[in-house]
């Protein structure tokens, strides 16, 4: 499961629909691999817009990675940035968890990771 993927994911127990507190998932003793993949500005540049900003600095920092700046960078900054982009493309695109756990951080249900894949399927009490 690529990082950028987290960026997109919620807690599916039903409880937790209204809750901010459910996005974004966290990691939780997350096997990290990396992917090598060819770096594509204008993938990353289309990209920025449809990110959170604030969840994927929550999740580069709970990753172990650099964080991230306050405020995303324009497309303008990160095409003349080059380490920005380069850092970007590293943490979205080729870092992947292969192992571990994703916790909601309202309710504290874990999805298992395993060979990358997430498991969203809940127990019948908590649908």
């Excluded at 996005?23 to 993938?43: G, I, M, R, T, Y």
């Amino acid at each position: 499961m690529k990082v950028l993927t987290l960026n997109f994911l919620t807690c599916a127990v039903k409880t937790c629909k209204s809750s901010a507190n459910s996005f974004p998932l966290h990691p939780k003793d997350a096997e990290l691999v990396s992917d090598d993949v060819e770096l594509n500005p204008q993938l990353l540049v289309n990209l920025l817009p449809r990110i959170d900003w604030n969840a994927l600095r929550i999740t580069s920092t709970e990753l172990g990675f650099p964080q991230l700046p306050e405020q995303p960078p324009t497309a303008e900054e990160l095409q003349s940035d080059e380490k920005m982009l380069k850092d970007l493309h590293t943490l979205l695109m080729e870092t992947q968890i292969n192992e571990g756990k994703l916790v909601c951080g309202n309710c504290g249900h874990e999805y298992a990771v395993r060979e990358g894949i997430a498991n969203f399927l809940l127990p019948s009490h908590l649908v």
